[in-house]
């Protein structure tokens, strides 16, 4: 490896590390607490009837510790629980009214912080660093557990050509 692969790989893994502030930043100031209450809500609000379990998974959290997040969701009025369709005896989840509008907050927030950092870009640079990225994506992808935890603050809708979830087809 050159010093100038070092230096490239140095240089997007503090960028990485900066979007991933943002993100974070944007995200949770939206939220109703830090922490992964963010992300649990833009997953329920992208896959109504998702399990605790997957939420669990995606979230890289204990079971007693997806079930406290819940509980205080649930308690905030953002989540309801109910049985799931396929198998009565699990839990599913959804978002209330509440729940959907903070979803959407935290995704504009979201959509904001990362416009204004990529604003330096022409839009012709835009374009290559968002296909290199979606190439990126695609490969890092491994199982779906790891799909969702990649994709836990995505704004879905604006993903119309999700490179994530191409690699699992």
């Known amino acids: ?7 490239i790989e140095n240089v997007i893994g503090a960028l990485a590390l900066a979007f991933a502030d943002i993100l974070q930043r944007d995200a949770q100031a939206k939220a109703p607490e830090p922490g ?30 997806t079930v406290r997040l819940v509980d205080r969701l649930v308690a905030d009025g953002l989540a309801a629980r109910f ?29 904001t912080g990362l416009a204004s950092a ?23 992808v491994s199982t779906e557990d790891h799909a969702y935890r990649i994709c836990r603050l995505c704004n879905y809708t604006a993903c119309l050509d999700c490179p994530v979830e191409a690699e699992l087809a």
């Open 1 to 7: 490896m050159s010093m100038t692969d070092s230096r």
């Open 36 to 65: 992964p209450a963010a992300s649990a809500i833009t997953l329920i609000g992208h896959v109504p009837g998702l399990s605790i379990e997957r939420l669990r998974r995606a979230l890289s959290l204990s079971h007693s510790g």
């Open 83 to 111: 049985s799931a369709p396929d198998d009565h005896r699990a839990v599913a989840l959804r978002l209330t009214p509440l729940g959907e509008t903070t979803c959407s907050a935290i995704l504009s927030a979201r959509q």
């Open 118 to 140: 990529l604003a330096i870009l022409t839009s012709e640079e835009l374009q290559e660093f968002g296909n290199l990225a979606a190439k990126l994506l695609r490969g890092l």
